[in-house]
Nanobody, 125 residues
Framework: VQLQAYGGGLVRPGGSLSLSCAAS????????MAWFRQAPGKEREFVVG????????LYADSVKGRFTISRDSAANMLYLQMNSLQPEDTAVYYC???????????????????WGQGTQVTVSS
């Protein structure tokens, strides 16, 4: 299994970016996917994720109402639309996937088996 995240870049405060994550390999074994981020000097934090068995996504409070996760299962793609970006959103963003029969906790990074390489998002004027 491989996950490849891309779409990051430099954007001004209030701007938007769209991230993509391409999955390949045994994706039929996936149980859920999520986006995490890690800012310099900080621990990796949960942004948004969802389980295949639950239609509603779970968002971190810090991004609720600004970010939207979506998925194209036929194309094995995961997306993150980020609007109203702020400097505190600056981080490396990672997509992640978990296998079946895994703890359903979306927010804990230890329950994810596959990670993309990360894509840098910088919000600055």
């Amino acid at each position: 299994v491989q996950l490849q995240a891309y779409g990051g870049g430099l954007v001004r405060p209030g701007g938007s970016l769209s991230l993509s994550c391409a999955a390949s390999g045994r994706t039929d074994n996936f149980y859920g996917m999520a986006w995490f981020r890690q800012a310099p000097g900080k621990e990796r934090e949960f942004v948004v994720g969802f389980l295949w068995s639950v239609e509603k996504a779970l968002y971190a409070d810090s991004v609720k109402g600004r970010f939207t996760i979506s998925r194209d299962s036929a194309a094995n793609m995961l997306y993150l639309q980020m609007n109203s970006l702020q400097p505190e959103d600056t981080a490396v963003y990672y997509c992640a996937a978990k296998r079946r029969f895994t703890n359903s906790d979306l927010t804990n990074s230890q329950y994810y088996h596959y990670w993309g390489q990360g894509t840098q998002v910088t919000v600055s004027s």
